[in-house]
């Protein structure tokens, strides 16, 4: 794939760019590796500056941001801004906490000092996503870069400029060339990167198959690696939920950010006792959604990011449905330039079709009837994914099944999906593993060394 700006809406190529040769590689390998020996010692005060700095960027030039990642993937302008935003204050969160998270810990023992130093562990190789393209980066960048290690980002080859531009907010907020730099590469260069002995880990947010080769690439040179990965995520309606509510979310839970993120929920599991009526409610919700020029602040849905997700979403819809599924409405890509697919609701859903065992990344809900809480519980965790997941129920037993019950990184009751920089995010089962976000995800790229003073004069025990 061409590392290229191209807009999602009309289909022009607006900017592309060569790939790094192996020399320029090098030059930008060592500069990390030399930058960390230096930017390790800097005290959080600094780092805390200049992240706060960063915050500031973003916030003051959100709208230029926003018009850059809604350019490149097709996000709406509104949610782009929004993006920006949200960068700001996952590093304002971690300016403020990182030394808290960070700090000694000790441990009592008579007769000795015993601590715990969490220390930064070199290079970091970032392997991020288009769909989130600044969100997505900033999360892991923030909590790195304040526990003292250097990034190195592998961003998406369709937003190039929005790797481009994160580098230049961390270098306008004072922090080294080297302690942040974007690898204009293929994914064929990947791996050469992953193997360099000056790079001591990598993070991948991406696909499965991506996430097999990143790990096993790293496993192969003893490389931690943290992975997040695809999602089907269960939003499970119980009849003792507020129906209006749960109705409001569901739409905006499938159709954030065209349909295109990992925690969409993807598969919505009725109780029979509600089903009719929350499908009714649900599919006029969807059909009311206006689709179009992203920029427009009339815009609820913009494009898909790509031709090639429109196709892949078309061909699982298609095949989902000659296995016998119905379609409620939606469920053919739109006539006309720009990756536009309408809000698609679909039912009746077998079992073996691609709506019931893989991720559809664009706007298709999938809907299931189910006649009990332990049928809801059994579809929800009837899937190799296990990133988020959404249950609304106001019965407090429910609720503790669910919580208990639900095989998933994160669930949510009576609220939609989402990360924020306080709670840690990540997944089970197939979905990957490691941690974003709060300390977890500070805590992800630290060699937590453990330090032992002896403040007594007697000899050693022998004893391991």
């Not at 000092?113 to 969100?135: Q, S, T």
């Not at 990947?190 to 993070?203: G, K, L, W, Y």
Request: glycine share 8%.
């Amino acid at each position: 794939m061409a590392i290229a700006t191209v807009n999602p809406a009309t289909g022009e190529e607006i900017k592309s760019f060569e790939p790094l040769n192996e020399e320029q590689i090098e030059k930008k390998l060592q500069l990390a590796a030399d930058t960390f020996r230096e930017y390790r010692k800097t005290p959080f005060e600094e780092r805390r500056q200049k992240m706060l700095r960063a915050a500031e960027i973003l916030e003051e030039e959100a709208e230029e941001f926003g018009r850059l990642m809604t350019t490149e993937m097709g996000k709406t302008f509104a949610a782009a801004k929004a993006e920006a935003q949200k960068c700001a204050r996952g590093c304002r969160y971690y300016a403020e906490n990182a030394e808290r998270m960070l700090a000694d810990e000790e441990i009592e023992r008579e007769g000795a000092r015993i601590f715990v130093r969490y220390e930064p562990i070199g290079p970091i190789l970032a392997i991020m996503p288009w769909n989130f393209p600044f969100w997505q980066v900033f999360r892991h960048a923030a909590p790195a870069l304040m526990a003292g290690n250097v990034i190195l980002l592998k961003h998406a080859s369709n937003v190039p400029q929005c790797a481009l531009a994160i580098e230049d907010i961390i270098h306008r907020a004072g922090f080294p060339e080297g302690a942040f730099q974007t690898l204009l590469i293929s994914s064929s260069q990947v791996q050469s990167v992953i193997e360099d002995p000056r790079v001591r880990a990598a993070t991948l947010t991406g696909s499965e198959p991506a996430g097999r080769q990143v790990a096993s690439e790293a496993g192969e040179n003893i490389k931690k690696s943290v992975l997040e990965l695809g999602g089907s995520d269960p939003f499970i309606v119980m009849p003792s939920a507020d129906l209006d509510d749960a109705v409001t979310n569901a739409v905006t839970a499938r159709t954030l950010n065209n349909g295109q993120s990992c925690i969409n929920a993807k598969r919505i599991i009725l109780h029979e006792d509600i089903a009719e009526e929350f499908t009714r409610r649900y599919v006029e919700a969807m059909e009311s959604l206006q689709v179009g020029d992203p920029m427009s602040d009339d815009t609820d849905m913009g494009p898909l990011a790509m031709p090639q997700i429109r196709n892949d979403v078309d061909e699982q819809v298609r095949k989902t449905v000659e296995a016998g599924a119905k379609v409620l409405t939606g469920g053919k890509p739109m006539e006309g330039a720009g990756n536009f697919y309408p809000p698609t609701v679909i039912t009746d859903i077998p079992k073996g079709t691609p709506a019931y065992d893989d991720e559809i990344f664009g706007p298709v809900a999938s809907l299931f009837r189910v006649r009990n809480i332990d049928e809801a519980i059994a579809v929800a965790n009837d899937t190799t994914f296990g990133l988020g997941s959404s249950a609304w129920t106001n019965d407090p037993a429910e609720q503790e099944r669910f919580v208990n019950e639900i095989e998933a990184g994160m669930v949510y009751i009576n609220k939609m999906t989402e990360s924020t920089p306080e709670v840690p995010f990540g997944g089970a089962k197939n979905s990957g593993y490691g941690r974003e976000l709060s300390h977890f995800g500070i805590h992800e790229f630290v060699n937590p060394k453990t330090v032992w003073i002896d403040t007594t004069a007697g000899a050693a025990s022998g004893v391991e």
